[in-house]
């Protein structure tokens, strides 16, 4: 019997009730590891600990919750070589963009331990006399993290980090295709001295331990990132149970890449294909619509042909790969679904499309780019989440600026424009969470905050010192005295 990683529920390790085998996607024959999925009942041990936990958890001094965030950012750092070999090898983006992720992890750990130490409130005079008004923050209690297959460290690390700093108790439930660098994430923060039922790590279906974690009562808060479809039955059950959850929702994206005539070529080329492409265009940030001008149209696409050609799709540890494969083989038949419909709508494929084979036995897909196409077809308007984009051509900046409005989605945005003119309005009139220019739609900063709009997102924002507004419960005290 291989070793299986196992969950971690009220301080210890122990078996589930299935076990699931995390496979390579640039290698099928290879298996990363075996995995624990959890049950019901393992996900109600884990709200029963941590509730247990939380008094005294809730109460340690900030230096404490600073000393261990601290530390576990210093151990994922040090390690961000190895961690980032396995996270490339479960999920599939390239080495560098796998131990970028898990560098970024670490910082994230290592400003929520600043944080801590940030914790304040503030003092207000009361329009009564004689009573002065305190607000402050506690923690929101026990918060149920829940998170996707495409970024398996860097999520549940800006989930997990300003929940404990503020000094709640979590359950995290990672992604079931990717819960090695999860796993991996919560055995650096077991060892790094957490108390029993702090940190509980339940792997397993989103239909099972998502669901119970769901419908359990004593869950106070729940996080989730994923997709539109699974983010409604997030929220209508945090709604239906009782007492009803707190809901943090982040979802999918339609971004927009905005070229004008006066963008500089070079420029807006890389922000499309670094956008579009890079992590295999697995990326909820990720450019999926390119909006071009008259002007710039043919040079662009045919420069963005030529970038395509020389790009290197392969095993996501070779040291030439520019694109690794695509995650599994549900996620390839979504994208090939898409590469068809995009055709039969009536769009031109200018480049690749095509499954690719390579030396090992994986999800290989050649980057796709659509051109002549409109903002009402399908390929415009619905989240692939693979390396596919497709160009809407336009006459004017203010046609592309409302078709890149003209979307269910509101994430991320860019444009690419000499004009400060054209820079400003873009950035004042985009409907979307988070703004480009003359950069990549995808690849944000840990701290500051991170969300979108319309059907991208619900509730406040994640990341950087906005995330309080999640994971603390604001009291406002009157005392007169
Ligand atoms: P998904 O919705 O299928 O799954 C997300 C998580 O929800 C997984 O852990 C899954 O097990 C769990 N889940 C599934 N059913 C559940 C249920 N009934 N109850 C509770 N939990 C359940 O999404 P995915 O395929 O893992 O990820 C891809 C999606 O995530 C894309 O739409 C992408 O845009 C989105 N995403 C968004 C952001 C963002 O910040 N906006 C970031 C990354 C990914």
Redesign the pocket.
């Known amino acids: 019997m291989p070793q299986v990683h196992p969950n971690f529920v009220a301080g210890e390790w122990i078996e589930g009730s299935d076990v699931t085998a995390n496979i390579n996607p640039s290698n099928t024959n290879d298996v990363v590891g075996y995995y624990a999925r959890g049950s019901a009942t393992d996900l109600n041990n884990a709200v029963a600990a941590a509730k247990a936990a939380f008094p005294a958890w809730s109460r340690t001094t900030p230096q404490i919750r600073c000393d261990l965030l601290k530390k576990a950012s210093d151990e994922i750092l040090a390690r961000k070589d190895e961690l980032g070999r396995l996270l490339s090898r479960e999920e599939g983006k390239t080495l560098a963009e796998g131990i970028g992720e898990v560098a970024r992890a670490g910082q994230i750990f290592a400003f929520h331990a600043g944080e801590c130490l940030r914790l304040g409130g503030e003092a207000m005079a009361s329009v009564r006399p004689g009573v002065g008004v305190e607000i402050t923050r506690e923690p929101v209690g026990i918060v149920g993290l ?6 398996p460290i860097a ?1 549940p690390a800006w989930k997990i980090a300003p929940a404990l700093a503020w000094g709640n108790c979590v359950i995290i ?5 990717v819960p090695g660098s999860a796993w991996a994430l919560s055995d650096i923060l077991v060892r790094a001295g957490l108390p029993a039922g702090v940190l509980n790590l339940v792997m ?4 099972v ?3 119970a ?2 419908e359990h009562p004593d869950v106070n808060a729940v996080s ?8 409604r ?2 929220a209508a ?1 945090c709604i239906a149970s009782s007492p009803m959850k707190r809901i943090q ?5 339609k971004n927009p890449l905005v070229v004008l005539d006066d963008a500089n070529l070079d420029v807006a080329v890389e922000a499309a294909i670094n956008g579009a492409f890079f992590s295999t265009g ?4 990720a450019s999926s619509r390119f909006i071009v001008q008259d002007g710039i149209h043919d040079r662009f696409v045919a420069a963005c042909v030529n970038r395509l050609k020389v790009l290197a799709v392969d095993d996501a540890l070779k040291s030439h790969t520019h694109i690794g494969p695509v995650v599994d083989q549900g ?1 390839l038949d979504q994208d090939l679904a898409y590469i068809r419909i995009a055709g039969d709508e009536g769009g031109k494929l200018a480049f690749g499309g095509e499954i690719l084979t390579r030396e090992t036995p994986g999800y290989y897909l050649a980057p796709a780019l659509f051109t002549e196409t409109t903002n009402d077809m399908r390929i415009s308007r619905e ?1 692939v ?1 693979g390396p596919v984009a497709n160009v809407v051509r336009v006459k004017s900046y203010d046609e592309a600026l409302e078709i890149s409005n003209d979307t269910a989605f509101g ?1 991320s945005s860019g444009i690419c424009t000499t004009s400060l003119r054209f820079a400003t309005h873009f950035r004042r009139n985009s409907e979307a969470g988070m703004v480009m220019v003359n950069l990549p739609t995808a690849g944000v900063d840990y701290h500051v905050p ?3 709009r319309k059907g ?2 619900y509730g406040s924002r ?1 990341q950087g010192a906005y995330a309080k507004e999640f994971y603390s419960s604001v009291k406002t005290a009157y005392t007169f005295a």
């Open positions: 829940i998170t996707p297959w495409n970024f999520i439930k990672p992604a079931d295709l397993g279906r989103g239909s331990v998502g669901q974690l769901l989730f990132t994923g997709s539109v479809a699974t983010g039955k997030v059950a929702l982040e979802m999918g994206g697995q990326r909820c940030t996620q989240e989440f994430l991170f969300g979108g991208s997102s994640e």
